[in-house]
C-alpha cells in the first residue's frame, strides 16, 4: 500500500488549506462551543460559496454539477475541513441522499434534485429510524400504501436530523407487509412541505436542537417519488448507510482537538507521564480510524463498494471519540465539567460538551453492535445466530 498522496492530491491540500486559512484567519479554532442552530446557520451561508468553488460535491459527476474529482481529493477536503472545524452545515444532501440518486435515480428525478443539492438550496434530512426500529431498521412500520398516481404514507420517524430545517427527505417506508421485512420496503424521496407532515423537536442532553421526530398522517406523495424499484428500498438503504459510514472527517476532527488538549494541558502543567502515555494511546487510536477511512476510499477509488470495511471505520471512531472525550475530561480536572459561559471554562467548553454529544455516535447511523453483526456476517462469513 502506498501511504503517501500524490503531488498534485498534496497541492491540493495546501490550496484547501490557504483557502480556509485566508477565508477565517490564521487564528481560527472553530470559535466557541456552540448550538447545532448556529452551526447550520454558519455552514448553509458557506454552502454557497463551497459550491461556486466546485467543492461542495467534488466526487460527484460534472453532468450533475459535481467537481469530477477523484475520491482522494475529497478525501482531502473533508479532512481540511473537519481539522479546522469549518461549519459545513447538513451532511446528508451531498453525502448520503445525492449520491444514492446519482446511482438509483432516473434522469428525471437526477435533474430534479441534484442541482439544487449542489448549490445549497435544497437541504435534506433522513427518515430511517423510528421508535421501535433503530438497530432492526428493517422492523419499521411507516406504512406507504399505492393509491393511484399517489402513494399514502402513515407513520412516525425519529431522531431525523435537521428535519426542522430539511426541503427534502430521504424516506424508508413500508409497502408490502406480507414479504419478509427486508423485502417489503420501499425509498421515497419527499417534500417535506407536503401536507401531513408534522416535525416535532427533540432536544438533546446538551442543550441542542439537533434532532427531530415526524409525523406522517395521510401524506400524498407522487408516484415519481420512489427511487428505484418498489419492495426493494432495503438495498439502496444499505448503500446510503455505507455512505453515511465512510467519512473521513472524524479522525480528523480528533486529531485537531487532541492538540488543543495536549497544548491546554501543557500550559497548565498538567501534562504528567500517565497523561502523556493515556493520549498517546489516544493518538494511536487516531492514526489507526484515519488508516481505516483510507481504506475505504482506497476500495471507492478501485470502483469497489465498501460494506464491512466502512463499518469497522464507523465502529472504531465512535467508540474511540467517547473515549477521548472522557479521557480529556477527566485529564483538565473539575475545570473540565464547565460549560461555556463561565470565565474558567477551558477551551470554550468542548469537553463537557463533547461527554454528552458523543453518547449517542455509538447509536446513531447503526448502533456499535450492528457494526459488530455486519463484519461479522458480511467480513469474516460468520453463520447468524
Known amino acids: 500500500m502506498q501511504f503517501t498522496l500524490s503531488p498534485s492530491d498534496e497541492a491540493f491540500r495546501t490550496e484547501v488549506r490557504d483557502w480556509i486559512l485566508g477565508e477565517f484567519g490564521p487564528d481560527w479554532d472553530g470559535g466557541e462551543a456552540v448550538s447545532s442552530e448556529a452551526e447550520y446557520a454558519a455552514g448553509g451561508a458557506l454552502m454557497k460559496t463551497l459550491s461556486d468553488k466546485g467543492w461542495l460535491a467534488m466526487s460527484w459527476p460534472k453532468e450533475y454539477g459535481g467537481g469530477g474529482a477523484t475520491y482522494w481529493q475529497q478525501l482531502i477536503f473533508k479532512e481540511e475541513m473537519a481539522y479546522h472545524r469549518v461549519p459545513v452545515g447538513s451532511p446528508v444532501g451531498i453525502g448520503f441522499a445525492g ?23 435544497m437541504i435534506w434530512c433522513q427518515g430511517f429510524s423510528e421508535p421501535g426500529s433503530g438497530s432492526d431498521l428493517a422492523s419499521l412500520q411507516t406504512r406507504a400504501v399505492r393509491d393511484g398516481d399517489h402513494y399514502v404514507v402513515n407513520g412516525q420517524k425519529i431522531w431525523t436530523s435537521f428535519a426542522h430545517y430539511a426541503d427534502a427527505m430521504i424516506l424508508l417506508a413500508r409497502t408490502d407487509t406480507e414479504a419478509p421485512k427486508h423485502r417489503g420496503i420501499s425509498y421515497f424521496l419527499v417534500d417535506m412541505k407536503t401536507p401531513g407532515i408534522t416535525v416535532r423537536p427533540l432536544i438533546d442532553m446538551s442543550g441542542a436542537h439537533f434532532f427531530n421526530e415526524v409525523f406522517f398522517e395521510d ?36 486529531r485537531r482537538s487532541l492538540e488543543d488538549l495536549v497544548r491546554a494541558l501543557r500550559e497548565r502543567g498538567r501534562l ?37 470495511e466502512a463499518s469497522v471505520g464507523k465502529l472504531f471512531l465512535s467508540e474511540l471519540g467517547q473515549r477521548y472525550a ?8 473539575l475545570s473540565g465539567q464547565l460549560v461555556q459561559g463561565s470565565k474558567y471554562v477551558p477551551l470554550q467548553g468542548r469537553y463537557a460538551d463533547n461527554v454528552m454529544t458523543t ?22 462469513g460468520l453463520p447468524r445466530g
Do not use: C
Request: aromatic share 4%.
Open 326 to 333: 472522557r479521557t480529556g475530561l477527566k485529564l483538565l480536572g
Open 359 to 380: 453518547v449517542p455516535s455509538t447509536i446513531a447511523g447503526g448502533t456499535s453492535e450492528i457494526q459488530r453483526n455486519i463484519i461479522a456476517t458480511r467480513g469474516l
Open 219 to 254: 401524506v400524498h406523495i407522487p408516484a415519481d417519488a420512489l427511487l428505484g424499484t418498489e419492495n426493494r428500498g432495503w438495498y439502496q438503504a444499505a448503500t446510503t448507510l455505507d455512505f453515511e459510514r465512510s467519512s473521513v472527517a472524524g479522525a480528523a476532527a480528533l
Open 99 to 121: 449520491p444514492t440518486i446519482i446511482i438509483y435515480g432516473t434522469e428525471e428525478q437526477k435533474q430534479r434534485y441534484l442541482p439544487p443539492t449542489i448549490t445549497g438550496d
Open 272 to 308: 504528567s507521564r500517565e497523561a502523556l502515555a493515556e493520549l498517546a494511546d489516544i493518538r494511536i487510536g487516531i492514526e489507526i480510524g484515519r488508516m481505516l477511512s483510507y481504506r475505504v476510499v482506497s476500495m471507492q477509488s478501485a470502483g469497489m463498494v465498501p460494506n464491512q
